[in-house]
């Protein structure tokens, strides 16, 4: 009696789950962007947001909740109900911050839901014009020839500017100084000062300043030319392969949210992220459209995870700096 008490108490859950799933949304949605109002991930959460309350009928409401390179955010959408109500923008520093070592109260494989990587922004290996380098084999060169008289700047220690200037220091096999500031906004007015000579810089930073000549571009961090700065070669083009690193904006569901929920948000997210209309938004920040689904996203996080854990490990960088 009791078995079959439970089964029946099991089965009506489960009719009650998918009777939710099919009519989702019946109320707003929250995505949560674990950084401050004007950011990038605010503003990509932001454009993919109003064009998923165009398809689903309800309105999308971007909650800012920055805070400890995206912990908080990040843990807020971890502990919410599984329903669908509750989503999340992560990115970089959530495949950096277990690299190198940081403590969370949340696992990104096992608390989250990979839903879709909505857009990705490629780095620029960028210096300073008054350096004598006019190509990436030239800065190459000119850094090997003095080590450690070069200074590149990042956003913070461990964070994701710091990694993409150590990677390619690794790959070129040179030295330079690292220089942390507190964000990445001051990182560039150092750089733009001369107090440091280089960056590893999203495309949304550099552009301007390149086009401006207040910054020389030597390569994309990226497999592809980027729309951006066409006449900007790839890091391979340039001769060092293997340099690609990107800014990306995944959206993430809480785990054991409703599979059919999830199917839903699956068919809509890609409808918006191929619209033409995401599309030119997105171009207007520096930023390009995602594509894949959840399979492709969890294996790109995982890759991303390893890629920080190897480049950290070699230039000693752990979460304790």
């Given at each position: 009696?009791i078995?079959?008490?439970?089964?029946?108490?099991?089965?009506?859950?489960?009719t009650?789950?998918?009777?939710?799933?099919?009519?989702?949304?019946?109320?707003?949605?929250?995505i949560v962007?674990?950084?401050?109002?004007?950011a990038?991930?605010?503003?990509?959460?932001?454009?993919?947001?109003?064009?998923?309350a165009?398809?689903?009928?309800?309105?999308?409401?971007?909650?800012?909740?920055?805070?400890?390179?995206?912990?908080?955010?990040?843990?807020?959408?971890?502990k919410a109900?599984?329903?669908?109500?509750?989503?999340?923008?992560?990115?970089?520093?959530h495949?950096?911050?277990?690299?190198?070592?940081?403590?969370t109260?949340y696992?990104?494989?096992?608390d989250?839901t990979?839903?879709?990587?909505?857009?990705s922004?490629?780095?620029?290996?960028?210096?300073h014009?008054?350096?004598?380098a006019?190509?990436l084999?030239?800065?190459?060169?000119?850094?090997k020839?003095?080590?450690?008289k070069y200074?590149?700047?990042s956003?913070g220690?461990a964070?994701?500017?710091?990694?993409?200037?150590?990677?390619?220091?690794?790959?070129a096999?040179?030295?330079?100084l690292?220089?942390?500031?507190?964000?990445?906004g001051?990182?560039?007015?150092?750089?733009l000062?001369?107090?440091?000579?280089?960056?590893?810089?999203?495309?949304?930073?550099?552009?301007?300043?390149?086009?401006?000549?207040?910054?020389?571009?030597?390569?994309?961090?990226?497999?592809?030319?980027?729309?951006?700065?066409?006449?900007?070669?790839?890091?391979?083009?340039?001769g060092?392969?293997?340099?690609e690193?990107?800014?990306?904006?995944?959206?993430?569901?809480?785990?054991?949210?409703?599979?059919?929920?999830?199917?839903?948000?699956?068919r809509?997210?890609?409808?918006?992220?191929?619209?033409?209309?995401?599309?030119k938004r997105?171009d207007?920040?520096?930023?390009?459209?995602?594509?894949?689904?959840?399979?492709?996203?969890?294996?790109?996080?995982?890759?991303?995870?390893?890629?920080?854990?190897?480049?950290?490990?070699?230039?000693?960088?752990?979460?304790?700096?």
């Amino acid at each position: 009696m009791i078995v079959f008490i439970k089964i029946i108490s099991l089965a009506l859950a489960l009719t009650s789950a998918i009777a939710q799933a099919q009519t989702y949304p019946q109320r707003p949605v929250r995505i949560v962007a674990p950084y401050p109002a004007g950011a990038s991930y605010d503003t990509v959460t932001r454009v993919l947001g109003e064009g998923l309350a165009e398809r689903m009928g309800q309105p999308m409401i971007v909650e800012n909740r920055p805070g400890a390179s995206g912990i908080i955010g990040a843990e807020l959408v971890a502990k919410a109900t599984p329903d669908g109500y509750t989503l999340g923008m992560l990115g970089d520093n959530h495949t950096i911050l277990p690299a190198v070592g940081r403590k969370t109260s949340y696992d990104l494989f096992r608390d989250f839901t990979p839903i879709m990587r909505v857009a990705s922004l490629e780095n620029v290996v960028v210096i300073h014009p008054s350096v004598p380098a006019t190509t990436l084999k030239d800065w190459i060169v000119l850094l090997k020839a003095s080590p450690g008289k070069y200074r590149y700047g990042s956003g913070g220690t461990a964070g994701s500017s710091h990694l993409a200037a150590a990677r390619f220091t690794q790959l070129a096999g040179v030295s330079m100084l690292h220089v942390p500031y507190k964000a990445g906004g001051i990182a560039v007015t150092g750089l733009l000062g001369n107090e440091v000579q280089s960056m590893v810089l999203n495309m949304i930073s550099a552009k301007g300043h390149v086009l401006g000549g207040r910054m020389r571009a030597l390569a994309t961090a990226a497999r592809e030319r980027s729309p951006h700065l066409p006449n900007v070669p790839t890091a391979a083009e340039a001769g060092l392969p293997g340099l690609e690193v990107s800014q990306f904006y995944a959206l993430m569901a809480p785990a054991r949210t409703p599979t059919a929920v999830l199917a839903r948000l699956d068919r809509d997210v890609r409808q918006v992220a191929q619209s033409d209309g995401y599309r030119k938004r997105l171009d207007a920040q520096g930023a390009t459209p995602g594509a894949g689904g959840a399979q492709e996203l969890e294996a790109f996080l995982r890759r991303e995870i390893e890629q920080n854990r190897s480049t950290a490990q070699a230039a000693g960088i752990t979460a304790e700096q």
